[in-house]
Every structure is written in structure tokens, then in C-alpha cells.
């Protein structure tokens, strides 16, 4: 029996996980569930799987909270350190990492610390402190498995090929997959695909809002819309995979049916295909190396479809070139970025800024911050903070 601590249920990946489990009840089981502030969906969720423990993160929610909505059998605990508490507990195998942006960091980091399976659907963990994350994975044994529909993807095709294990006392593995030439990740292109730059210059919110493929929380909405989410899973394929930043390439692929492809120096291309369905992704990393029957659909090769690729509009997406620079730069410049981008996206939202602004926005302070190479955990998230004040300060030029 797998035992799965699910960091971030009331979202759109901690609810499909829920799916997942309930699909699989013979093999899995949820024993901790946590959410920010959503605690009555939460109090749902534990009267109809009764996990050990249920944590709500947001502390100031502590007097309104009403107990009767859980279940008997589920603890009720509160605040961050119950979320990093629950992570490591030794009776927790298996850690969904589902939290939004950086505050998913920490529950992260201390199921990595305490060698758990982790299946990674916060990118920001990775875009932020990926060599740390990933060396951290070394010590403890911890297994990091892609839930990003195009992380999977591309760890799906790369079974395909060699896979070295790196040698003990080397930090730096850049030939862990040897046969590989390239890895492309899949962009839908978002509600805005197609547009010039000078059409992005008066999109509305809700416009952005509106995803053709997806159905995904506001943050990563934006994200999709100014094909920052993509850089971000630039950056996140590097470092989990080892790649070099000129290994990975970004294609634009409107029908969301092939996850991410990998070519290999033969020239032949390893591809993963499937309806856009987050559940698939999830499953597979919660019952790997197996397959098992799933709740998610199958493609239906009765129909005819097509599938169509075309390379990304880098002068009109601006924020996918942010990306591709900051993989090949590295140290500080991930968290930079991240902060950045959550802060302006939330101008933004707030009718603050412009949609055109955001990437302007991130580009100038990544341009202004103070780069480390090698930064630690403590500094990452001091550039953070002042990135995020940076973006509040920002004006715009329009
Ligand atoms: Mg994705």
C-alpha cells in the first residue's frame, strides 16, 4: 500500500491526485491532505477519505475553522511546519508536490530531505533551487518523478535510451542520458497563440484567463497566456533531467495530444501522446515503473486528427526567452524569475499591470539583480523576497 501525502488537494492537481487515488484504492492511500485557505473543501475531502492528518496553511484561519466538517479520524493541524511535518513523517512514502509557486518550496524540500518518492508538480521547486533540490535527491535517495504533463512526457521517452547513473563523489553528471540529442517540450501556445505583439498590447484579464486546452488555476493560466509556464518548464527539464540549457527546445503544438518528444543522436524522435488529461501524468508518477489501468481516457484513433507543430513566436513571447536564459545562466537568476513573474502576474490580475508588461517587468529585474552563481537555500529565497519587491516598484514605460 503506497501512502500518499497530498500537499495542495484543493487544487487542480491535488483534486485530480484525489481522482487518481480513489481509482486506485487497492494500492494507494491518501493519509495527509493539506490546503491554504480552502479548509471547507478540505473538511470534503477528509470526511471521504480520512486521512490521518489535514492541514490547513494559512494560521489566521485557525478560529474560523469548523472541526465538525472532518472527519473523526483525520488530525487537524495548522501552518507551514505542519505541511513540512506531515512531508516527512516516516508512515508517508509517497509526497504529491501540488502547492502553487514558491510556497510549495518548502513542503517540497523536507519530503526530498527525507528521501521520500516525490512527485513534482510544483516547477517552481526546480526553477528555483534546482542544483540544490537535485543534489539534496543524491543524499537522501529520494525519488523525484515528473508530474508536468511534459516532464512526464519526456521521462516516458527517455526510457528509451541509455541511462547512466553518475559515479559517487560527482555533483555534475551532464552524461546521464548519453543518447540523447534533444529534448523538446510542447507549448499550446494558450488563448493567444498566433498573435503579433502588437495584438498582445491591449488583452484583457479575462481573455488571458480563458486557457483552449487547460483547465488550471489563475497563476498558471497567466503563465500559460504569456508562455511564461513554458519557460519555467524549460528551466524545471534541466535541472531535473540533467540536460544541458542548448538541449532543450520549445515547439508550439495547439492540440495538447503530444506531451513533449525527445530525439535521440540516431535521429529517431520518442514521443508521449495522450488527451489532455492531468490524471495520466499523475497516476504514472504514483505507480511507477508499473502502468496500471487508469481513470483518465484514451485517445480515439477512430477520428481523425490532426496534430500540428510550429516553432514559438520568441518577439511576441518574450517570457520564453527569459527562460531559455535562464537555464543556461543558472545560480540565482531561476528564483529571480519565479518571484518576479508570481509578483507581476498577481499586478497584473489586480488590473495593475498590462499583459504586455509582465515579461518587461520580469526582464528588467532580472537585469537588475545582484547574480550568484552559487547561491544557498537561505540566499535563493532572500532573492526572492527582493525580487518580489522589486516588481511592486517597477513602473511602466506605456
Ligand atoms: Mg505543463
Redesign the pocket.
Known sequence: MRQIAVLGSTGSIGTSCLEVIEGQRDQMSPVGITAHRRWEMLGKQSKTFAPRWAVVSDTSLQSQVDRSVFSSETELLFGPEAIEQIAADSEVDTVVSGIVGAAGLRGTWAAVEAGKRVAIANKETLVVAGPLVMELAKKTGAELLPV???HSAVFQALQSGRVEVPTNGTTESPCRYPDVKRVVLTASGGPFRGYSRDQLQNVTKEAALAHPTWDMGPKITIDSATMM?KAL?VIEAKWLFGLRSDQIDVVVHPQSIVHSFVEFIDGSVIAQLSPPDMRLPIQYALTYPERRTGISPCLDWKQTMQLEFAPPDLEAFPALQLGLDVACRGGSSGAVLNAANEAAVARFLADDLKFIEIPEACQAVLEAHNFDPQPSLSELLQHDAWAREEIQKWKSLH
Open positions: 508536468d504533463s511534459e509556464n518548464e
